[in-house]
């Protein structure tokens, strides 16, 4: 069922509950591929009820970013959503979401702002204020869908901590469940984003996982020392890498680690024909 207005998901969810029903929750900003499948399908697998948003949050884009050109592809996605047995794809406008154009800036908008010490690193380093955008939004839908359970994937890793993060500090009723990140067989993370890269662009981003699978290797013989496993990745890099960050970070605070270990992941960026791709992998 294809809904677009908050009170039509909220009227839905009203009679779920009355019935004891447990509802689960996907965000997505849609262009459905393989990876949301995956939550989806965990949720439909967990949950009574299954409600999937498809909504490309404007205040999560940063200026110069792709906001416009991001792909929309409501039709498919809905079908998607239907075959693997989701209950609710709610698609709301912008207006919808955010009534006053003005809301926009957070002059007006109440947002919900993530610790400073999760997003000076990483891809809040270069996206400023992104994650204030998914944090604001994330909050709305759990507001609006009041769901039991809220699945998001270990390919956004730094915000599924901050997300975690968020629902601890906030004492939001809701159990966040990671979900694994899904892979072409190549090893390419899924991404709705890896649409712009070229046939030539996405060998080139092979890139990501090889050197993730590299760095994994290595630790795995027994090699601890950070730089030693930063040099592996470096002699990898080509003139077709732009290379943003290579971190290695504790899993549950986004510390920076000294050595590595069990409790460590690898986080990646990179620009492959000038689009901004991440991966990551646990140590
Ligand atoms: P997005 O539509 O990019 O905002 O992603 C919606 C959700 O799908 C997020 O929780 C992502 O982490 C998750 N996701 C995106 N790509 C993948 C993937 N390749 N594997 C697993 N989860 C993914």
Redesign the pocket.
Known sequence: MLLHTIAEVREQVKEWKKQGLTVGLV?????L?N??K??IEKSVAKCDKTVVSVFVNPIQFCPGEDLDKYPRTLDEDTKLCDTIGADIVFAPSPAEMYPDAQMLSNDFLTYVIPPFFYVNKLCGKSRVGHFDGVCTVVNKLFNIVQPDFA??????RQ??IILKKMVKDLNIPVDIIP?????EESGL????RNKYLSANGKKEALVLSKILNNIKICYNKGIKDINALKETAYSMLNENHSLEYLEFRDKNNLEEKETADSDTIVFIALRVEDVRLIDNIEL
């Open positions: 965000p997505t900003m849609g262009a591929h990876g949301h995956s939550l699945f998001f994937g270990e390919k956004d915000q599924l979900c694994p990140i899904v892979r993370a899924l991404s709705s």
